[in-house]
């Protein structure tokens, strides 16, 4: 079952009436399931943006007793999936992630799965509004931000660089793919309130100098979308 769902998945072949069978028996089974296959399951339905909110509660229940069998690939995959379907409010289920990671501690973390952890504790402080005193140490959480932050964009699409090129005829200030104070994330286009040199007309190094200490004034546009994530 959940090599399938993962197949279908890696593949991106939508089947609707597949993965609606596959969720139906992996509610019935779920106490079979090994750490791999709940991660691989979570991870095939988040991919798929499959809505099943039974499931997501039983694979919950069934990680948070066999949090200790996940390897960093699993724990990683799996918050990824809980942090993409809007399920991160099951406070024993984030201990779990949480107390999992620090116990792997960083060296056993690519930057990949740093980057996915910080997706699932974002989604914790800011969507499912937990307490921080649930998630992994601090030192850790920061990492993964960093993780996240570090991994910047390389270049701006056509598109992008067409509508920064309007907004630069409009003489409104703004830099391209900004990293987000605080959060990791870079968006495409942020507005400053401050008037000068933005877009197309800064050069690559004034640009990035100005993109990491810009106040930008909380308008964002998002171009192509957040498919880097």
């Not at 709940?38 to 798929?48: M, Q, V």
């Not at 286009?189 to 930008?216: C, F, Q, V």
Request: a negative charge; aromatic letters at 8%; one cysteine or more.
């Amino acid at each position: 079952l959940a090599s399938t769902a993962w197949a279908f998945a890696t593949l991106g072949i939508p089947d609707p009436q597949l993965f609606e069978a596959i969720r139906q028996e992996s509610e019935e089974r779920i106490d079979t399931f090994t750490a791999k296959n709940l991660a691989d399951t979570a991870w095939a339905f988040a991919t798929h943006g499959v809505q099943a909110p039974q499931l997501f509660g039983a694979i919950a229940r069934a990680s948070e007793q066999n949090i200790g069998s996940f390897t960093a690939q699993g724990l990683a995959n799996t918050a990824w999936a809980f942090a993409v379907v809007g399920t991160t409010d099951r406070c024993e289920l984030v201990k779990a992630i949480s107390a999992r990671a620090a116990e792997m501690g960083l060296p056993a973390l690519s930057n990949e799965q740093r980057r996915q952890l910080h997706q699932f504790f974002l989604s914790v402080e800011l969507e499912a509004c937990l307490p921080a005193e649930l998630l992994a140490p601090i030192g850790l959480r920061d990492a993964c931000r960093q993780a996240m932050a570090d991994n910047n964009p390389t270049r701006m699409s056509k598109l992008q660089e067409d509508v920064s090129y309007e907004l630069t005829r409009m003489g409104i200030a703004h830099v391209n793919e900004l990293c987000v104070p605080g959060l990791g994330y870079y968006v495409n286009i942020a507005i400053l309130p401050e008037a000068g040199t933005s877009g197309a007309d800064a050069d690559g190094a004034a640009l990035a100098r100005r993109a990491a200490t810009a106040k930008y004034a909380g308008i964002v546009i998002e171009v192509d979308g957040p498919s880097r994530y």
